[in-house]
């Protein structure tokens, strides 16, 4: 069988988002679906680094137009940013590493009443 030639990673990636691009593709063969969701994961990635790094740089708080305090913008792009995150990175179910696909929290809880029920009834 040949080995297919893994796919490169977007130009525009930085470090970040290079870095989970080829630990990925190392690990998975990926879909052209899947792919797509992995390219706007690494951009995601990249983003959360940059609006990071803006909070690093001038704290957790800024000064509004008229004087104020107020917490700094960046903070609720970033927690925008890791929910996005995540739901790509749901949508991709990549398998973990006993080879089962990664579970929904909703799913995983499903999961575990089932498990359970059956527990229960004697019949695991």
Do not use: I, Y
Request: hydrophobic share 35%.
């Amino acid at each position: 069988m040949t080995n297919p030639r893994k796919p490169s990673p977007p130009a525009d990636l930085g470090v970040r988002g290079r870095k989970f691009w080829h630990s990925t593709v190392a690990a998975f063969e990926l879909s052209d679906v899947e792919q797509e969701l992995l390219n706007e994961c690494c951009r995601l990635l990249d983003e959360c680094e940059s609006l990071r790094a803006a909070v690093d740089a001038d704290g957790t708080t800024v000064t509004g137009s008229a004087g104020q305090t107020r917490v700094h913008p960046a903070l609720g792009e970033l927690r925008q940013h890791r929910l996005a995150l995540g739901r790509l990175l749901a949508q991709m179910a990549l398998p973990d590493a006993d080879e089962e696909r990664l579970l929904s929290p909703m799913q995983a809880r499903g999961r575990k009443a089932a498990r359970t029920r059956w527990a229960s009834s004697g019949t695991a």
